[in-house]
C-alpha cells in the first residue's frame, strides 16, 4: 500500500482503489484553503492515474466534512469586513465537484459522523454514498444566512426531489442515516465500525469492471440532465461505438460466450 500526505489529505493507494481522506479533524475537516486545494489536487492526480480505477472519500476523525472553515471568518467579519466568497467557491467547490463527477471512475463517498453544508455538496459529488449509521446530513447554509452551493442547487434536488431538498435547505433540520437512506440521499447505511469495509468492498468490485464504460456512464447521466430524450439517444448511439472499441467489451462478450467470469482491465 502507497500512502501520499499533503497537509490536510492523506491518499492511500491500494492496488486499483485509491482512498482520499480528508484531515483537518479538529475543525470536522472544515473546508480550508489548504483542504480544498489539496483535495482538487489529490482527485486530479487520481482522475489522470490510469492505474487507479475506484476512489474512497471520507473524512478523518468523527465527521466527513462539517462545510466552509468559518473560523476563517472571523477576524475579517469582527473588523466589519463585508466578504465576497465567490473568489473560494471558484477556486475551491467548482473546480472539485466537477472534477468528481467528471472523474472517468467511480467516487465513493464513506459518509461518517457530521455531514454539513458544503460536506453535504461535496458527498452529493460521489457517485456512490454509503454511510455510517452516526452519519448526520446538515445543509447548514441557511443558519448562517447564504444559500446552498457547491454543487448542491443542482445536484440535491435531482438526488432527493424538489420537496426534500428545500425542506432540507430552508429548514436545515439534521438528517439522520434512516431518514437519508429513505429519502436516496445515501445508497446504503452501515455500521460505523465497518464503513471503511464495506466501501473498500464496493470500490474493489467497482475496480474489477470495466472502467472506459462506467466512466462514460457517468458522464452520460449528469449530461442527459440537460437533454431532450432525442438528444440524449443520440449521444447513447455515439458512445456506444466508443465503448464497443474497448477491450473491455470484447472480453465480456467473450466470457460470456466462453461461460467464464470475464477478466476486465480498465480499458
Ligand atoms: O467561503 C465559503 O466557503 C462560503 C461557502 C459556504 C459553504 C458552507 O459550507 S456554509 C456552512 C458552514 N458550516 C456550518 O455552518 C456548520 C458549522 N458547524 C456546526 O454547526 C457544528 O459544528 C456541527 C452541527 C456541524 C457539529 O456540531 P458538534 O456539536 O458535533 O461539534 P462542535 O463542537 O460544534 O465542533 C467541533 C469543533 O469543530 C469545534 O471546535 P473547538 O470548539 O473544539 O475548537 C468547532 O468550532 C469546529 N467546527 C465545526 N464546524 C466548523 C468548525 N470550525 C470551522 N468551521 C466549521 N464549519
Redesign the pocket.
Known sequence: MATETYEQVLVERREAVATVRMNNP???N??TWTLARELVGAMQALSDDEAVRAVILTGEG??FS??????AFEEPYRRGER?K?SE??EA??NRLVPLMTEMPKPVIGALNG?V????VSVALACDQRIAADDVSF?M??V??G?IP??GSTYLLPRVVGMARALEMALLSDKVDAETALRYGLVNRVVPAASLMDEATVLAERLAAMPTVAIGMTKRLFHDATTKTLREAMAVEAKAQDEAAQTDDHIEGVMAFLEKRGPEFKGR
Do not use: E, K, T, W
Open positions: 479538529s475543525r470536522l472544515a473546508f468523527r465527521a462539517a462545510g466552509a472553515d468559518l473560523s466578504p466568497l473560494f467557491l475551491g467547490y457530521v454539513a453544508g458544503a460536506g446538515n447548514a447554509f443558519r448562517i447564504l452551493d457547491a
